[in-house]
């Protein structure tokens, strides 16, 4: 069953994966909720606070509001 392995029981390259992605994860946020909170309101396509709200939906909201949510 996926999911039901503990962490001891994974491989060395499966922990590095899962550590890796966390890593770049939570990157990804923090510079979203920077860009967010320097950012003019006028610079930005929608509320603040909604984007707050998506960019902390795993990589898929960080990397919607850098290609969707900023003004060129």
Do not use: C, H
Not at 46 to 72: E, Q, T
């Amino acid at each position: 069953m996926v999911g039901s392995q503990r962490w001891s029981e994974l491989s060395g390259r499966e922990r590095s994966f899962i550590a890796g992605a966390t890593v770049v994860q939570l990157s990804l946020l923090a510079a979203a909720l920077v860009d967010l909170r320097r950012r003019p309101q006028d610079q930005i396509k929608g509320s603040k606070r909604l984007w707050r709200m998506l960019a902390f939906i795993n990589f898929a909201g960080p990397i919607s509001y850098f290609l969707f949510g900023r003004k060129k």
